[in-house]
């Protein structure tokens, strides 16, 4: 037994339970089999029933060296928190081994050497004071108590999130450094008020202060890098701006003497950085930034100089326009000052232009034609240019007629064609018929092209094939129409005829639409000729104040009509403010009793009069009211066997020194007698508007010059004085006129840098009210801060008179508009539709010539009987 142990023992040792490799099967099944006696021979007894059982007998000496077994130690605890219960999850390092505290806070690490050793325990909501322990002796296991401290820690991160490692952390006597995932901590702090601080070369950090209380907890801080941005302000003619208040996140200042400003301690992220000044009309533009580490950044923070939004002939946004602006006629690259591109609502806004000067402003974009705009900065405005309703490549072009005759149909011809560089497709021209007519045919018509040869191979012309088709009413889909180049057809033509009946003016819409391609939008107005009709001329046209004037009113009756004319009246609405001097006629009687109305009886048309003569009325009158601004003479004819027909003459009225009006805001509200509640709002507002403008006695050195101001119709009321003789008198050119340049110094460099401390001109105010007739109230070229006249005018406005719905609005426009400057703003209001008649496209087209900016306010119509308005005394 004492060999096979020995054996066994010795086979252990040599092969250490692992099997030769280089053997062959044989040999290893041999070997396995020996070791399967071997196990069994070692844990089973052997009994030799062929021997005589022997005393047993002392183990022989073994002649083996034995190691001594070294001794092991273990450490453990239980951990628990101030108030003695236990914490579970904490987890307990001793050298390479480690242990986690179980649901009673207990936790044990065996296996431990002799030697000293550093305890350290983490939890994610404590921090623990590192325990130092020795382990030797014959005590095998020591028991360790970890104790809970404050503290605080962090994780330290640039702007996109990576962990920046070898920051120095520094609280109070403490310090830390962060590892390569950017954590760091420090513990053993005493409850208190702290300061954090952070370094790092490249890396300037803001210090961050921190409260510990008693409870011994971890506090995590957090802290970031910090940048400044600085700049200067100023103003439009590039004088320093003092006392703008400049913002960054939560952090702002203000400028000083220099217009200089400055904000420290920035963390690393994105900032929109804004300015503002209270007092001052102008913004200043917005400027966002990212800051990433140390950065010490300029930031131009310039007042907003130029902006508009750009919509297309829709009305809709128009978005990635480039906006350049030059210096005025210097359109290239030396000229070129500042550049924008409109946003999603298609704003754009420009910054730097320096006053006072002007500017010219160019857009484009692809597919569009803009037209060049001239712009000006002062005091009293920025550029705002009219960049809106650009046109298509796609020309659209209505070929309409001016007048036609009633009963005979109408032929309007609209030809698209493509002056860009590339090919169009998809495009449908709408046309929406004026009222009244019905459609008769429509179809398009166009060309394609292909070369012609000589015989000898040259080239010698484009032939052609004609083609129609026709439209699904008045929708007609257009062939595509090529960009250009030899024989490529470019244009097609859409030709629509419709009948009419009746003798209203006929106003066409014309609808373009194409893919990837603008559209357009056009209107057409042509005059209805009928059968019985009139015609007035007026001289002189315009006519002086105080002067005389003619009308000629001509009865006119088709000779292709199949009747004559019987029971003919002719009525006159004569506009307010003229004195009547003379009626004159051959072919009737005028009753006069009852003026401003005429009422004449006129004989009977024959056919075989309607091609030789009219039937004339003439009317001398004397302009007796220097209030006016526009004359309405108003004729309605009517007969037996015809409908009532009314034709309106509009004579200007000569205003002295026009040529040297240039009105900034032109006010022209409605007066009739619905129109009393807008008013009162009208009147408070206005007020208000003057208030803001600022009003005292001190002038500048200019004259106030003032237009004629109107009394009311009826007269002058008991508590109101006279207009004085000075208003009544026609203006004189002295009076526009600056003082004499005797007493007038040139203006010095260093009256120049003066300029922006002055107080801003006051616009150049018209008030024009309108009803029936245009009035001028009040027509104020105030050079003063001083608007007492302006004022006075404001409150003297009151609701009256009236009589039909539609009123002189389209004419109060049409009037105002000779005197706007460009880019002048208009502020309207009106609760009626203005005459069928009036020139609505026509004073449109003005106002986008001139950029000018239109507020309307309209409370009505004439399809609403509340906004019709009652004669006077009813």
């Given at each position: 037994?004492?060999?096979?142990?020995?054996?066994?023992?010795?086979?252990?040792?040599?092969?250490?339970?692992?099997?030769?490799?280089?053997?062959?099967?044989?040999?290893?099944?041999?070997?396995?089999?020996?070791?399967?006696?071997?196990?069994?021979?070692?844990?089973?007894?052997?009994?030799?029933?062929?021997?005589?059982?022997?005393?047993?007998?002392?183990?022989?000496?073994?002649?083996?060296?034995?190691?001594?077994?070294?001794?092991?130690?273990?450490?453990?605890?239980?951990?628990?928190?101030?108030?003695?219960?236990?914490?579970?999850?904490?987890?307990?390092?001793?050298?390479?081994?480690?242990?986690?505290?179980?649901?009673?806070?207990?936790?044990?690490?065996?296996?431990?050497?002799?030697?000293?050793?550093?305890?350290?325990?983490?939890?994610?909501?404590?921090?623990?004071?590192?325990?130092?322990?020795?382990?030797?002796?014959?005590?095998?296991?020591?028991?360790?108590?970890?104790?809970?401290?404050?503290?605080?820690?962090?994780?330290?991160?640039?702007?996109?999130?990576?962990?920046?490692?070898?920051?120095?952390?520094?609280?109070?006597?403490?310090?830390?450094?962060?590892?390569?995932?950017?954590?760091?901590?420090?513990?053993?702090?005493?409850?208190?008020?702290?300061?954090?601080?952070?370094s790092k070369d490249g890396y300037p950090?803001?210090?961050?202060?921190?409260?510990?209380?008693?409870?011994?907890?971890?506090?995590?801080?957090?802290?970031?890098?910090?940048?400044?941005?600085?700049?200067?302000?100023?103003?439009?003619?590039?004088?320093?701006?003092?006392?703008?208040?400049?913002?960054?996140?939560?952090?702002?200042?203000?400028?000083?003497?220099?217009?200089?400003?400055?904000?420290?301690?920035?963390?690393?992220?994105?900032?929109?950085?804004?300015?503002?000044?209270?007092?001052?009309?102008?913004?200043?533009?917005?400027?966002?930034?990212?800051?990433?580490?140390?950065?010490?950044?300029?930031?131009?923070?310039?007042?907003?100089?130029?902006?508009?939004?750009?919509?297309?002939?829709?009305?809709?946004?128009?978005?990635?326009?480039?906006?350049?602006?030059?210096?005025?006629?210097?359109?290239?690259?030396?000229?070129?000052?500042?550049?924008?591109?409109?946003?999603?609502?298609?704003?754009?806004?420009?910054?730097?232009?320096?006053?006072?000067?002007?500017?010219?402003?160019?857009?484009?974009?692809?597919?569009?034609?803009?037209?060049?705009?001239?712009?000006?900065?002062?005091?009293?405005?920025?550029?705002?240019?009219?960049?809106?309703?650009?046109?298509?490549?796609?020309?659209?072009?209505?070929?309409?007629?001016?007048?036609?005759?009633?009963?005979?149909?109408?032929?309007?011809?609209?030809?698209?064609?493509?002056?860009?560089?590339?090919?169009?497709?998809?495009?449908?021209?709408?046309?929406?018929?004026?009222?009244?007519?019905?459609?008769?045919?429509?179809?398009?018509?166009?060309?394609?092209?292909?070369?012609?040869?000589?015989?000898?191979?040259?080239?010698?012309?484009?032939?052609?094939?004609?083609?129609?088709?026709?439209?699904?009413?008045?929708?007609?889909?257009?062939?595509?129409?090529?960009?250009?180049?030899?024989?490529?057809?470019?244009?097609?033509?859409?030709?629509?005829?419709?009948?009419?009946?009746?003798?209203?003016?006929?106003?066409?819409?014309?609808?373009?639409?194409?893919?990837?391609?603008?559209?357009?939008?056009?209107?057409?107005?042509?005059?209805?000729?009928p059968h019985f009709s009139i015609f007035?001329?007026?001289?002189?046209?315009?006519?002086?104040?105080?002067?005389?004037?003619?009308?000629?009113?001509?009865?006119?009756?088709?000779?292709?009509?199949?009747?004559?004319?019987?029971?003919?009246?002719?009525?006159?609405?004569?506009?307010?403010?003229?004195?009547?001097?003379?009626?004159?006629?051959?072919?009737?009687?005028?009753?006069?009793?009852?003026?401003?109305?005429?009422?004449?009886?006129?004989?009977?048309?024959?056919?075989?009069?309607?091609?030789?003569?009219?039937?004339?009325?003439?009317?001398?009158?004397?302009?007796?009211?220097?209030?006016?601004?526009?004359?309405?003479?108003?004729?309605?004819?009517?007969?037996?066997?015809?409908?009532?027909?009314?034709?309106?003459?509009?004579?200007?009225?000569?205003?002295?020194?026009?040529?040297?009006?240039?009105?900034?805001?032109?006010?022209?509200?409605?007066?009739?007698?619905?129109?009393?509640?807008?008013?009162?709002?009208?009147?408070?507002?206005?007020?208000?508007?003057?208030?803001?403008?600022?009003?005292?006695?001190?002038e500048l050195p200019f004259e106030d010059?003032?237009?004629?101001?109107?009394?009311?119709?009826?007269?002058?009321?008991?508590?109101?004085?006279?207009?004085?003789?000075?208003?009544?008198?026609?203006?004189?050119?002295?009076?526009?006129?600056?003082?004499?340049?005797?007493?007038?110094?040139?203006?010095?460099?260093?009256?120049?840098?003066?300029?922006?401390?002055?107080?801003?001109?006051?616009?150049?105010?018209?008030?024009?009210?309108?009803?029936?007739?245009?009035?001028?109230?009040?027509?104020?070229?105030?050079?003063?801060?001083?608007?007492?006249?302006?004022?006075?005018?404001?409150?003297?406005?009151?609701?009256?008179?009236?009589?039909?719905?539609?009123?002189?609005?389209?004419?109060?426009?049409?009037?105002?508009?000779?005197?706007?400057?460009?880019?002048?703003?208009?502020?309207?209001?009106?609760?009626?539709?203005?005459?069928?008649?009036?020139?609505?496209?026509?004073?449109?087209?003005?106002?986008?010539?001139?950029?000018?900016?239109?507020?309307?306010?309209?409370?009505?119509?004439?399809?609403?009987?509340?906004?019709?308005?009652?004669?006077?005394?009813?």
């Open positions: 037994m004492n060999s096979f142990l020995e054996k066994s023992d010795l086979l252990r040792s040599d092969t250490h339970f692992g099997l030769p490799k280089k053997r062959n099967y044989f040999a290893r099944r041999f070997i396995i089999g020996i070791l399967a006696v071997l196990v069994l021979g070692s844990i089973m007894p052997t009994v030799n029933f062929a021997e005589e059982p022997t005393e047993p007998t002392e183990p022989a000496e073994s002649t083996e060296a034995r190691v001594p077994t070294e001794p092991e130690y273990a450490v453990h605890g239980t951990i628990t928190d101030t108030d003695g219960n236990a914490l579970a999850d904490v987890t307990v390092q001793v050298g390479d081994k480690t242990a986690v505290t179980d649901e009673e806070g207990i936790w044990e690490i065996t296996g431990l050497s002799e030697g000293e050793y550093t305890l350290v325990a983490s939890q994610e909501n404590y921090a623990f004071s590192p325990k130092e322990v020795t382990l030797s002796g014959e005590q095998s296991s020591t028991e360790v108590a970890l104790e809970i401290v404050p503290a605080i820690f962090g994780t330290i991160l640039d702007l996109f999130g990576n962990p920046i490692a070898g920051v120095t952390v520094e609280v109070a006597d403490k310090t830390a450094v962060t590892d390569e995932d950017g954590i760091w901590e420090i513990i053993e702090l005493s409850e208190g008020d702290y300061t954090v601080l952070a950090f803001a210090p961050k202060e921190v409260t510990l209380g008693s409870d011994p907890i971890r506090t995590e801080v957090a802290l970031k890098i910090v940048s400044t941005i600085f700049g200067t302000i100023v103003d439009i003619f590039g004088n320093p701006l003092k006392n703008v208040v400049v913002q960054a996140g939560d952090k702002e200042t203000i400028t000083d003497e220099l217009g200089q400003w400055k904000i420290t301690d920035l963390s690393e992220g994105e900032y929109t950085v804004t300015a503002s000044k209270e007092g001052i009309e102008y913004w200043f533009s917005p400027k966002n930034l990212t800051l990433v580490g140390e950065q010490t950044q300029e930031v131009n923070m310039a007042l907003v100089t130029g902006f508009g939004t750009i919509k297309d002939k829709f009305y809709d946004q128009i978005a990635g326009v480039t906006i350049r602006v030059y210096k005025k006629d210097a359109v290239n690259d030396d000229g070129l000052l500042a550049t924008a591109v409109t946003d999603e609502e298609g704003y754009w806004e420009v910054t730097g232009l320096l006053a006072p000067n002007e500017y010219t402003v160019v857009a484009s974009k692809n597919r569009y034609i803009f037209e060049q705009e001239e712009c000006m900065v002062n005091l009293n405005g920025l550029c705002e240019p009219n960049l809106s309703r650009p046109d298509s490549v796609l020309e659209m072009t209505i070929d309409a007629p001016e007048t036609v005759v009633q009963d005979n149909n109408i032929t309007y011809a609209i030809t698209v064609t493509n002056r860009g560089d590339q090919s169009a497709s998809g495009i449908v021209v709408t046309d929406d018929l004026p009222k009244g007519t019905e459609l008769v045919s429509a179809q398009v018509s166009w060309y394609t092209y292909y070369p012609m040869y000589h015989q000898w191979g040259d080239f010698s012309h484009c032939g052609s094939h004609h083609h129609t088709s026709p439209c699904s009413e008045t929708t007609c889909n257009l062939p595509s129409l090529s960009a250009g180049g030899t024989c490529q057809n470019r244009s097609a033509t859409v030709h629509i005829v419709a009948s009419n009946h009746q003798v209203q003016d006929l106003r066409n819409k014309v609808t373009m639409t194409a893919s990837q391609f603008p559209g357009d939008i056009q209107y057409t107005r042509t005059k209805v000729v007035i001329t007026d001289n002189p046209d315009p006519v002086a104040i105080g002067g005389f004037l003619q009308y000629k009113v001509d009865i006119d009756l088709n000779p292709t009509v199949p009747k004559a004319a019987t029971g003919v009246e002719l009525k006159i609405q004569l506009p307010n403010g003229l004195k009547l001097k003379a009626v004159k006629t051959d072919y009737g009687t005028c009753d006069i009793s009852n003026l401003p109305t005429i009422i004449c009886s006129m004989t009977d048309i024959s056919l075989e009069q309607a091609n030789s003569l009219s039937h004339t009325v003439g009317i001398d009158v004397e302009l007796t009211d220097v209030g006016l601004l526009l004359l309405m003479f108003e004729a309605t004819v009517k007969a037996n066997e015809y409908p009532a027909y009314t034709v309106r003459e509009r004579t200007k009225i000569d205003i002295p020194n026009a040529e040297e009006i240039e009105v900034d805001i032109a006010f022209v509200i409605d007066i009739t007698g619905s129109m009393q509640e807008e008013i009162d709002g009208i009147i408070i507002a206005l007020n208000e508007f003057i208030n803001n403008l600022g009003s005292g006695e001190e010059v003032q237009l004629p101001s109107a009394e009311e119709e009826e007269g002058p009321s008991e508590t109101e004085e006279p207009v004085s003789s000075e208003t009544e008198e026609p203006v004189s050119s002295e009076a526009e006129e600056p003082v004499s340049s005797e007493t007038e110094e040139p203006v010095s460099s260093e009256t120049e840098e003066a300029l922006p401390e002055a107080e801003p001109i006051p616009p150049l105010i018209a008030l024009i009210t309108f009803a029936d007739e245009v009035k001028i109230k009040a027509f104020v070229k105030a050079f003063t801060r001083n608007l007492d006249v302006l004022r006075e005018a404001v409150d003297k406005l009151k609701a009256k008179g009236g009589g039909t719905c539609p009123e002189a609005s389209i004419e109060a426009l049409d009037f105002v508009m000779p005197y706007l400057k460009k880019g002048g703003i208009i502020l309207f209001t009106t609760d009626a539709s203005p005459y069928p008649d009036a020139d609505v496209e026509g004073v449109l087209k003005s106002m986008r010539s001139k950029g000018i900016r239109f507020n309307a306010m309209i409370t009505g119509d004439c399809s609403t009987e509340n906004s019709w308005n009652a004669q006077s005394g009813e």
